[in-house]
């Protein structure tokens, strides 16, 4: 009986080191140096989907913002917000072995939700809407100062982008601080989107860019080829869905191909985040509500 646990145990180990390495998305050898991530070990880049990936996110970008002075300290050490918890956001993380180094967030806009930049930006954001275009915006973007030289974000931006490639997206917008703007300019060829505002939340003024993903596919598609990844974004997204219900994951057409994406966070998940921190849901109207617990079944939201 023990010898037959002991085999169960093992091939459970080997077939979900099996699944989190279809999942994970590698650089290549060749690629460390020129990167300077030779020191990182076993880099790789993939969504978060874990609870142990998501917290270990959400405690860096705390840190990383509280450095900055753009947020208060609280007791959790962890900042994130309902739209980090929607089953469209993605949280595209770079990770040495088993620790989160580096993230990048991408908020799809939702009808019951909007995005985050309309406290700043609707007006501008409502032009596109009516256009009927598909919009994103980009938010949590974080890593500690001792990984900001290694160019690990320029992963992440790749990956982020031909994930909106693919899903259809036709503007990646952000809001950030005036001083800001040259280095993501550099990152994406963004363009000014609305003028400078002040944004009282974080106390700072804040500038919107917007980038039109499909004119830029050319200039990404070089940058992409030179990152050695350790296969095409398109298989990874392809292949992600292993194991993965229906239920739990977003869909889309491309080129007559159906194509899985990222994996939806489960109820267990989002009832863990909302347990530690339940002032998420302070601001969310009656509809709102509703919607999240309908994401979610069997979330018991809490009243206020």
Known sequence: MNYSSEN??????????????????RIKRSGLRRSELEQLDRPAL??????????????LVYEVYRQKNLVSHNENG???NIYSLL?????????????????????????????????????????????????TELSALATPKEHRWKNIFHYLVQVVYWYSFYTNVDDICISINPRHVRYYMYLF?????????????????????????????????????????????????KRINDGVS?????????????????KRLNTQIVKYFVQLNPQILSELDKQQKDKFSEYYPGLHLPDF
């Open 8 to 25: 169960e145990t093992n091939h459970e180990h080997k077939y979900t080191g099996y699944y989190d390495r279809r999942r994970t998305i």
């Open 46 to 59: 993939k969504f978060a989907e874990t609870n142990d990936e998501l917290e270990q996110l959400f405690r």
């Open 78 to 80: 962890m900042l994130y």
């Open 87 to 135: 089953p469209s956001t993605t949280h595209v993380i770079a990770k040495s072995y088993q620790d989160v180094i580096s993230n990048l967030t991408e908020i799809f806009d939702n009808k019951y939700f909007g995005l985050p930049m309309d406290e700043l930006y609707k007006e501008e954001l409502d032009v596109l809407r009516n256009e009927g275009r598909n919009v």
């Open 189 to 237: 060829p963004f363009e000014r989107f609305g003028p400078e505002r002040y944004y009282e939340r974080v106390g700072a003024p804040a500038i919107g860019l917007r980038v039109k993903v499909k004119e830029i596919v050319d200039r990404m598609q070089e940058i992409c080829n030179d990152l050695n990844f350790d296969t095409s974004l398109l298989d990874y997204f």
């Open 246 to 262: 229906q239920h739990d994951i977003s869909e889309v057409e491309t080129n007559n191909q159906e194509i899985v994406f990222h």
